[in-house]
């Protein structure tokens, strides 16, 4: 019989450098008395994501949405962007406050990231732009999006918030749209507390995204557009700078995981990993299991409540799918009709631990214990 685990086991542990390192460079920033507005952590941060993430420019920013708000804004978007329902509600929400229409287009079931056809179908003469979101780091088709864009004349935004360090045959997963986000939340691979960026190849959206970042403020005279405050500050800048150092180990240990995962969970009819395929990079944030009830027997609500007991805590991301909010369900394209991949791909997805420090035999034993579950379906038919 397997025991619970004595400390309860979660999705995911953030990146913690070593807090004397972390000692060292708050005494500079102490040593500077400056505090935030693109101080020298910032810049230095700046450069290094630049290079890490091969981009061409890049804009640091006090957390993901507000960064996505101000890639829309930069844009100067207007009426209907195109989007998908499976997400964190951060994508559909930086549509809404910039007071433009969300509009729903269904995924695709291999890698769960938004169809082009659903896409071209949804194209009005309102629509302004795509904003994609490439979903446990699975990169979206960029090329029938960008096939579209072109012919249609819409701007593309890619939500990156899960694909740090994701690569598309070589090429880095920032170098697609007309601009892509990344978000660096402690829950995120990298993080910086709370944190985003945009990446972009335009010289000419680094102008406008730096005043949006700043309140719009030209110079001492003159505010000239109606910008937001996306600034960082200097001690989070400080905290990335460390965590940054310590991604190339982290990705080793979870690429480790992951194989674990997958040796004890080979041959377990009705449970799949969702995997890359061949020539992308995966950006190891996730690991997302397909649970297919009619094959495995138990369903993924089952699965995740039963995996309670044992105090292991999983999550149902992206459940419920956005289209499924107050906000937004009243939409024409939020019925279920338009989205019916979407509506079952839900009910299937399981987000399960994983983080570098978690130990080789746990995962064993979350596998084990996920296996024994399938024990409850031949226990309800003995009782039917
Ligand atoms: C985390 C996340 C964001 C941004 O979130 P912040 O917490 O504001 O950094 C945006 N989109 C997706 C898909 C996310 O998972």
Redesign the pocket.
């Known amino acids: 019989m397997l025991k619970p685990f004595p400390k309860p086991i979660y999705v995911t542990r953030p990146l913690l450098p070593n807090l004397h390192e972390f000692h060292k460079l708050l005494s500079e920033v102490w040593e500077s008395q400056w505090l935030t507005n693109n101080g020298p952590k910032h810049q230095q941060l700046e450069n290094e994501l630049r290079e890490y993430l091969k981009v061409k420019y890049l804009s640091i920013f006090n957390?993901?949405?507000?960064?996505?708000i101000a890639a829309v804004q930069a844009l100067e978007l207007t009426g209907e962007v195109i989007t998908t329902p499976f997400?964190?509600a951060?994508?559909p929400h930086a549509i809404y406050w910039n007071r433009l229409k969300p509009v729903f287009a269904d995924i695709k079931s291999d890698n769960l990231t938004i169809d082009p056809l659903s896409i071209e179908k949804h194209i009005t003469k309102k629509t302004s732009a795509i904003l994609a979101?490439h979903?446990f780091g699975q990169p979206c088709d960029v090329v029938a999006i960008d096939k579209i864009a072109k012919k249609h004349k819409l701007k593309v935004i890619y939500?990156a918030?899960?694909a740090f360090g994701t690569e598309i045959k070589g090429v880095p997963i920032g170098k697609f749209g007309d601009i892509t986000?990344f978000?660096?939340?402690a829950?995120?691979l990298f993080n910086t507390a709370?944190?985003?960026a945009l990446v972009f190849n335009n010289s000419k959206l680094k102008k406008s995204i730096e005043l949006i970042k700043n309140f719009g403020i030209k110079n001492e005279r003159e505010v000239i557009v109606s910008g937001i405050n996306g600034k960082m500050n200097e001690l989070q800048a400080s905290l990335g700078l460390l965590n940054l150092r310590e991604i190339k180990s982290e990705r080793i240990k979870r690429q480790n995981i992951r194989n674990t995962y997958a040796r004890e969970l080979k041959g377990e009819a009705g449970i799949s990993l969702l995997e890359s395929p061949s020539g992308i990079v995966d950006s190891l944030q996730y690991l997302v299991l397909r649970i297919d009830e009619k094959v495995f027997g138990i369903s993924r609500d089952v699965i995740y409540r039963e995996l309670k007991k044992y105090n292991v805590f999983t999550r149902k991301y992206f459940y419920p799918l956005c289209s499924d909010y107050n906000c937004y369900k009243t939409f024409p394209s939020s019925s279920k009709n338009n989205l019916p991949v979407a509506n079952k791909v839900v009910k299937e997805v399981l987000s399960m631990p994983f983080y570098g420090a978690l130990k080789e035999t746990d995962v064993i034993k979350i596998c084990d214990i996920l296996k024994s579950v399938k024990e409850l379906r031949i226990n309800s038919k003995r009782n039917n």
């Open positions: 957390n993901g949405m507000t960064a996505l997400t964190f951060a994508t979101v979903v939500d918030a899960h986000m978000s660096f939340h829950t995120k709370e944190g985003g």
